[in-house]
């Protein structure tokens, strides 16, 4: 199993190029189930969570082929592939496929309108919580959708196809909101569907969905409107650029102090952690060319951050924020409202000798004055992030474990991070 060992105390300097979001590819590559054209996209991730959905792609019958260039000096990051589902050759998404990664759990929704007919296995928890599905299958069954849950499969039918109807989620939920959407554009009808997600990837896959003929409206507010349409067609789409990714490199430059700019970072996808990170006394400017990131020896303020649904504080930013504010010039809270059970970093911190106090869904940061090199292990993807940011200012080496976590959601971390002055370096085996 692959490590990383990261030698702390350098500044970061430079430039850092964006990779396209990890959480609008997943989606944007399942929507290529509900049309036989092809589906092109580009600026899709090299991650092994977009392998592992190809692969489950590939098991419906989605054909796909690759042309991209590789991660070079400058912007040059991602791959564009071309994703044809001509025929959906298998309606089952079994077990063994759907347990390495959650959302895989999103295909039932375009095989089915496509199909009359799905059988996917359901996802099951994982280290942040239980991540259940009933709002998602809520959504098919407000569409004509008849559900039975079967040997931990949930079966989808509508033999006579989806029909439009009113979708009202009791919480926000990205994946129900994508799964509604998916499954609504081929209904018969018209669908809304209330309180809505708004985050950015949604609207990244209503754009791409509008662009293959699809008729969505209102994508990004808390009501959206979908009138079916009898066939969708193949398109051409760029990812948009990871806010989370841009997030967390924001955060390593502050806790290092340097100076980078995050090459094709939109700062609209982000302005509430980038609010945050003024108010904590980073420097963030925003141009043409992306969001640069400056600390030059000013202390770092301590924060009062709740993680809620876009357009608030992401909760897959929290575990980077928290291992910022181990350096802090005080005490932070850090609340935690989306998942049950997103603290698993607090003890690894603690490893480099990080104070943090946990009550309920709150975290209190005491901040420190040195963190030091330890080994570390995350049981998931922003968790093992967070403990890299730890590590560029540890004193000595911090050697973390299961990397694979990273590579879920991380395209070149190490070069992207190495370019910029930091001593970082995966140790295969
Ligand atoms: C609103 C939110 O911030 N969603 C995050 C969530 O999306 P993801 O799509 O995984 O999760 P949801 O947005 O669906 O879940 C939001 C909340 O709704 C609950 N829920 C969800 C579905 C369901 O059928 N029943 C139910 O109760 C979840 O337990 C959770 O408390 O995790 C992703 C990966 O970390 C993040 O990128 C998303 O930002
Ligand atoms: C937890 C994440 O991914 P997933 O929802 O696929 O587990 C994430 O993107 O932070």
Redesign the pocket.
């Known amino acids: 199993m692959d490590r990383i060992r990261i030698t702390g105390g350098q500044r970061l300097d430079g430039v850092i190029p964006i990779s396209g979001a990890?959480?609008a590819a997943?989606p944007l590559m399942i929507a290529s189930l509900l049309t036989d054209e092809t589906l092109t996209l580009a600026n899709v991730p090299r991650l092994s969570?977009v392998s592992a959905l190809s692969r489950i792609l590939s098991n419906h019958g989605v054909d796909r082929s690759i042309a991209g260039k590789r991660v070079g000096q400058t912007s040059e990051t991602g791959q564009t592939f071309a994703l044809t589902a001509r025929q959906i050759v298998d309606t089952c998404a079994p077990y063994e496929l759907v347990s390495t990664?959650?959302?895989s759990f999103w295909v039932i929704a375009p095989i089915l309108a496509r199909m009359g007919e799905a059988k996917v296995s359901l996802p099951g928890g994982?280290a942040?919580g239980t991540?259940p599905v009933d709002l998602l299958l809520m959504a098919l069954e407000r569409l004509g959708a008849k559900i039975d849950i079967e040997n931990g499969y949930a079966l989808a039918r509508a033999p006579k196809g989806l029909k439009g109807g009113d979708i009202v989620f009791p919480k926000v939920t990205v994946?129900g909101t994508h799964t509604a959407l998916m499954a609504a554009v081929l209904a018969d009808g018209v669908t809304t569907i209330e309180n809505a997600a708004r985050e950015p990837e949604v609207v990244d896959l209503a754009d791409c969905l509008n662009k293959m003929g699809a008729k969505i409206e209102g994508a990004g507010t808390s009501t959206i409107t979908i009138r079916g349409v009898g066939r969708l067609s193949g398109t051409h789409h760029a990812v948009l650029p990871d806010r989370?990714e841009t997030g967390t490199y924001a955060m390593a430059v502050a806790m290092t102090g340097g100076d980078v700019l995050l090459e094709g970072a939109r700062a609209d996808l982000l302005q509430s952690a980038l609010d945050v990170m003024s108010e904590a006394g980073v420097e963030v400017s925003t141009s043409n060319e992306g969001v640069r990131i400056r600390r030059n020896g000013a202390a770092l303020e301590p924060v009062d951050v709740t993680t809620d649904p876009f357009p608030g504080f992401p909760?897959?930013l929290q575990a980077q924020l928290m291992a910022l504010m181990t350096r802090a010039n005080g005490t932070s809270r850090i609340r935690e409202t989306i998942f049950e059970n997103r603290f698993m970093h607090v003890q690894e911190l603690a490893r480099l000798g990080a104070k943090i106090r946990l009550d309920g869904d709150a975290a209190y940061v005491d901040g420190v004055e040195k963190l030091t090199g330890a080994p570390v292990m995350a049981t998931?993807?922003?968790a093992s992030v967070s403990l890299v940011i730890g590590g560029l200012v540890a004193e000595g080496d911090t050697m973390i474990n299961r990397v694979y976590h990273l590579d879920?959601?991380f395209e070149a971390l190490e070069a992207k991070l190495g370019r910029c002055g930091a001593q970082i370096e995966r140790i295969s085996g």
């Open positions: 990890k959480n997943l969570d990664m959650r959302a994982c942040i991540r994946g989370i909760t897959d998931d993807l922003r879920r959601g």
